[in-house]
């Protein structure tokens, strides 16, 4: 999967030898220039390379450096790495630049990396859902290549302010084609620069443009079964991610679980029931509310997402696939209890809505 | 071999201004004549894209710290001289005083800023400590971290929008970067767990260097001299550099922060303002990587350039001629370097800043294309 690409200019002295060590054992090797970014030198190479922000403020690029020298472009102190991370040797390769020879530990990807473009776009949709969410379509001037689970950057034209949202739709059916439109679950943040604008008036007709796809979040075996936890607009992806699984596998199942706070926020169902109609056998849904008062007429769980988790799922945890998308804490906190739980580390999959603005 | 002396030239006029100060009387204006002597003969350059010979670097690094050592010596020296009541008529304190906030300025502050970038562990220690040449050792991570990551955004800011003047800007920038620099200060002792007066914290260290720099100041030239040399500081590099970031990325858009692109950033590339500003002005590189010494920075040969740096600074003081100055440069940046959603981006912030014609094409007065391109030989 490694195409090696030598950059023309560069002459061997130039370029360092990168050795990837997987915890499975694997290892793959590639070169890059000295004095390039780890994360974009590889990416710009076809290495998929886990990252999703590529500016340093997600940690999914997060890279243990075994040996060789880095210098990061800022104090890591100020990245999402925590202390003991950085103290054990851990980098963020998106911010790394490659001072010689290096031997890091990181999960690779083994997909093919699609290339990310900016296109143009129009609102073909924008309809408010119960619970402060919009579902907002865009009807995309040039189609654009993704894979489930992946997430675009848009921005009105004409203005600076750019935000991240996860695609809910899968990829289209016949495989490879390009999307020509594309939709986003837009929650509003109270004070929010892009979403209280979104929420403002009907945005329907207006010009945008979008940056895509980025992510590597939907990677797995496809007949695996798979548990998705998401929390709020988290949902988007495992839209995505279950709906292009039921069709890529026969067998699989998916059990997802859903936080919410109050039985009022509904936004999700339209979608959910699609998925459920579309494999009623494989599919189930579990809704937990953290904010439901006391003494409604809900009859489900009520807690925190992560009380939704354990043995009553009846779920194989040491076999399954995990998805997991919502706020950071929701993500780490359900990490947490799934390693507890018995699922393997490597088959968890996460996606954090951190704030993907600038404050 | 003669690009390596090229950058003894600020060390040159520093030591000239400290003989015109030790002589006294109307020689104190010397420093400031020699700068401004060089500065307006440099306007009459053509502009220089050649690169630095790469032969024995060690050498610019040495004259960097030298001059950083130096400017030290001067302000030492400064506040020495007024402590002991050198300077006794009312021109020679003046033509001091000013002398000082513009050398200190554009030879002082470019050493600092090189340094704080730098790897090595010396260099980049002396560019920190040398902060207390601009009398404000917290610059560094507003400048490193915010400035390099959001420029050409509202969110960046030592980021001037069009429209806004130069005093407006100062007004605005000072109190962003002190808001940045407390939240990224904070964020670094609470990752480590440390309270938020712990010594090993950087900015205890750098309130402390800061103290035993004024204390030197004081011990050198009392409470005059410590005002005067403090005052130089803060009215000559501290805020001269707020002016040079204001012309640096004046107006210009960005619709990828976080990811740089060469026309994000203008440039000044007249020979002389290159060797005197270190490289900084020739902008482009240093973006593209900051960690690159300023001998390796490559003049971009199809970069946006603005007029002769001292006209341009000069300019900006005066916000309805700096205008006329930038707003056909705009235009043109926008016409064709912009990327199709900058352009849009452009039209918006041109109707904000009430510069309509901007978005009208003229192709009769408007600026032909391929002004900022080098000839090809
Ligand atoms: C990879 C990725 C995918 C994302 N996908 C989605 C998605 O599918 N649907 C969706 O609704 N959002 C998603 N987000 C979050 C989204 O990008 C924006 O950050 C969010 O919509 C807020 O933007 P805003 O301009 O309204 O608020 P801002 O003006 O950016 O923020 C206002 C205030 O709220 C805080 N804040 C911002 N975002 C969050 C957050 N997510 N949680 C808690 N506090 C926050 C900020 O720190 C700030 O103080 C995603 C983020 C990332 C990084
Ligand atoms: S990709 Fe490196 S921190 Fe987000």
Known sequence: MLKQKAPSAATRADLCRITVRGKDGSEDVFDIRRNDLLLKAAIDQGIEYPHNCRVGVCGTCKTRLISGRVSPMVDLALSPLKNAEIEAGFVLACQAKVRGDLVVEVKLGHHTMLPVTTVSARVSRWRKLPGEVIDLRLALDTPVHFHAGQYATIAESGSFTRRSYSFYDAPPMDNGAPASEVGFLVKRLPGGRFSEWLFAEDRSGTKFWMEAPFGVMGVDEYDRDGLCVAGGTGIAPILSIVADRLRRSTTAKFTIVLGVRSATDTFAEPYLRALVDQAPDRVRVVTILSHEPEGSTWAGPRGLVTEALGPELGLDFAQVSAFICGNLGMVEAVERKLIGLGVAEERIHADKFIPSGTP | ?377
């Not at chain 2, 601009?134 to 990551?149: G, L, Q």
């Not at chain 2, 707020?242 to 960005?254: A, K, R, T």
Request: glycine share 8%; charged share 20%; net charge neutral.
């Open chain 2, 1 to 377: 071999m003669t690009d390596y002396f090229k950058y003894l030239l600020s060390p040159a006029i520093l030591s000239l201004h400290a003989w015109g100060m030790w002589m006294g009387g109307n020689y104190t204006w010397i420093g400031l004549a020699a700068l401004v002597g060089v500065l307006c003969f440099d306007a009459f350059l053509p502009r220089d894209y050649s690169m630095r010979d790469q032969r024995y670097v060690r050498i610019y690094d040495v004259i960097c710290a030298m001059t950083v050592l130096a400017s030290f010596g001067n302000i030492f020296f400064y506040a020495w001289l007024v402590g002991s009541g050198h300077f006794e008529t009312t021109a020679s304190s003046i033509g001091a005083f000013v002398s000082m906030v513009f050398i200190g300025f554009v030879i002082g502050a470019p050493p600092v800023h090189e340094l704080f970038h730098r790897e090595e562990f010396v260099l980049r220690w002396l560019g920190r400590t040398g902060q207390c040449l601009i009398y404000d050792p917290w610059r560094e991570i507003t400048h490193v971290v915010t400035h390099h990551m959001r420029v050409a955004t509202p969110d960046d800011p030592d980021y001037a929008r069009r429209g806004d003047t130069v005093y407006g800007h100062i007004l605005r920038t000072f109190p962003g970067q002190w808001k940045e620099a407390y939240h990224l200060e904070k964020m670094m002792w609470t990752k480590r767990g440390r309270k938020w007066f712990d010594p090993r914290n950087a900015w205890v260290y750098k309130a402390a260097t800061l103290v035993i720099f004024t204390g030197i100041l004081y011990a050198l030239g009392g409470l005059l001299g410590t005002v005067l040399a403090i005052l130089s500081l803060l009215l000559g590099p501290r805020m001269m550099l707020e002016v040079f970031n204001y012309v640096n990325h004046y107006g210009l858009i960005s619709a990828t922060p976080g990811r740089f692109e060469k026309h994000h950033t203008w440039n000044h590339i007249s020979p002389l303002t290159r060797i005197l500003a270190l490289e900084i002005t020739n902008h482009a590189g240093h973006h593209e990587d900051s960690y690159k010494p300023f001998y390796k920075l490559e003049p971009d040969t199809n970069g946006p350039v603005q007029p002769q740096f001292l006209l341009v600074v000069l300019l900006a003081f005066v916000p309805p001629l700096f205008f006329m100055m930038i707003k056909p440069l705009l235009k043109h940046w926008d016409q064709h370097y912009a990327s199709p959603q900058e352009r849009e981006i452009a039209r918006r912030e041109n109707e904000r800043a009430g510069w309509h014609e901007l978005n009208q094409p003229d192709p009769v007065n408007d600026l032909p294309p391929g002004i900022w391109r080098v000839a090809e030989a």
